[in-house]
C-alpha cells in the first residue's frame, strides 16, 4: 500500500477558483462576517436603548469575536478543533438560509395574489412568473454562498488536521 503525502498546495486546499489557500478564505470570511455582524449589532443597540438590549448587544458582540477570531489561533496553533465554533455558526447560516428561502417561495406560491408592487406594465400572469424566477434566483445565490463559506472553513479544518497527522507520521524512504 503506497503511503499519501500531505501536500499543501493541493488543489483542493485552494479557494476562490485557485487564487488563494483556504487559510486565507477562512480569514477573509471571519473578517466580513465579524464587520457585518458587528454592523447588524451597533445600530440595533442604537435604536433601542435600553439595559437589556444593550447587554444583549455585548453578549452577541463579545460571542461573535469569539467565534470569528478563533480560527485565526487555530491556524497560527495548528489546531483544527478551534474553528468548530465558526463551523456551527456557518452550517447553522446555511439551514437558516435554506429554510427562509424555501418557505419564502413557498408561501409565494401559496399566495394566490398577484405581486401588485412589480414595476412594470405587464399581463398578471408574466409579472407572477417573472417575480418568482427573480426570488428563486435570489435563493440559489443566496445558499450557494452560504454553502461555498462553509466548505472553504471545512477544507481549513481538514487541511489542519491532515497537516497535523503528516507531522505525527514517520517519514517512510
Not at 139 to 157: D, E, K
Request: glycine content about 6%.
Amino acid at each position: 500500500m503506497e503511503d499519501q503525502i500531505f501536500n499543501p498546495e493541493d488543489p483542493k486546499f485552494k479557494c476562490c477558483c485557485g487564487c488563494c489557500h483556504v487559510t486565507t478564505g477562512t480569514k477573509i470570511i471571519c473578517i466580513l462576517s465579524l464587520i457585518g455582524t458587528t454592523a447588524v449589532i451597533v445600530p440595533f443597540v442604537g435604536l433601542h436603548p435600553s439595559p437589556e438590549i444593550i447587554g444583549l448587544g455585548i453578549t452577541l458582540f463579545l460571542v461573535s469575536i469569539f467565534i470569528f477570531i478563533s480560527p485565526f489561533f487555530g491556524i497560527k496553533k495548528r489546531n483544527p478543533n478551534m474553528l468548530i465554533p465558526l463551523l456551527v455558526i456557518l452550517g447553522i447560516g446555511v439551514i437558516y438560509v435554506v429554510t427562509k428561502n424555501v418557505l419564502g417561495v413557498i408561501d409565494f406560491l401559496s399566495n394566490p395574489e398577484t405581486p401588485q408592487t412589480w414595476p412594470f406594465e405587464s399581463k398578471p400572469d408574466t409579472r407572477y412568473a417573472v417575480v418568482l424566477a427573480a426570488f428563486i434566483v435570489k435563493a440559489v445565490v443566496s445558499i450557494a454562498l452560504n454553502l461555498w463559506y462553509f466548505f472553504i472553513a471545512f477544507r481549513c479544518y481538514q487541511y489542519l488536521t491532515l497537516k497535523n497527522k503528516a507531522e505525527i507520521l514517520p517519514m517512510h524512504q
